[in-house]
């Protein structure tokens, strides 16, 4: 019988309270959270929408992203742009790259929490 899918992400933090409402800020991620047309937002979890879901093993020497770290999160989002120009506000660092970008995959960007994990944000191509 397969996996219906992810039920949560954990990871270590030096300072886990700081750093879950830091999501919650920033990017509307954590407890407490609901993307649009998700319901009410719950007390211990995010209510995201539904969507693809990439789960892809890389190799140990990729270059995708930063060779000390074991992961990056990948978050989808409707409008790149807007999120960008609130991170961007708020003084969080943005990287992107024309390459990143196509007309298949979609829109990317970077950003990292407050204790440098990677995080690629994701707009998937309009259908």
């Known amino acids: 019988m397969p996996v219906l899918g992810i039920g949560g992400f954990f990871f270590r ?3 886990p309270e700081a750093m879950g409402e ?3 800020e920033y990017l509307g991620v954590g ?5 649009e047309g998700e319901g009410e937002p719950a007390e211990w979890c995010w209510k995201p929408q539904a969507g693809p879901l990439i789960f892809q093993p890389f190799k140990a020497d990729t270059s995708y992203f930063a060779a000390d770290m074991t992961f990056m999160l ?3 989002v409707a409008d790149l742009e807007g ?3 609130q991170l961007n506000a708020a003084g969080i660092a943005i990287e992107t790259r024309d390459e990143w970008d196509s ?3 979609g829109r990317f960007a970077r950003i990292h929490d407050p204790e440098g994990n990677p995080i690629e944000l994701w707009e998937p191509p309009a259908t």
């Open 31 to 35: 407890p407490g959270c609901a993307a």
């Open 13 to 15: 933090a030096s300072d």
């Open 103 to 105: 007309p298949e995959t």
């Open 22 to 24: 830091w999501y919650r």
């Open 74 to 76: 990948n978050l989808r």
């Open 83 to 85: 999120m960008l120009e």
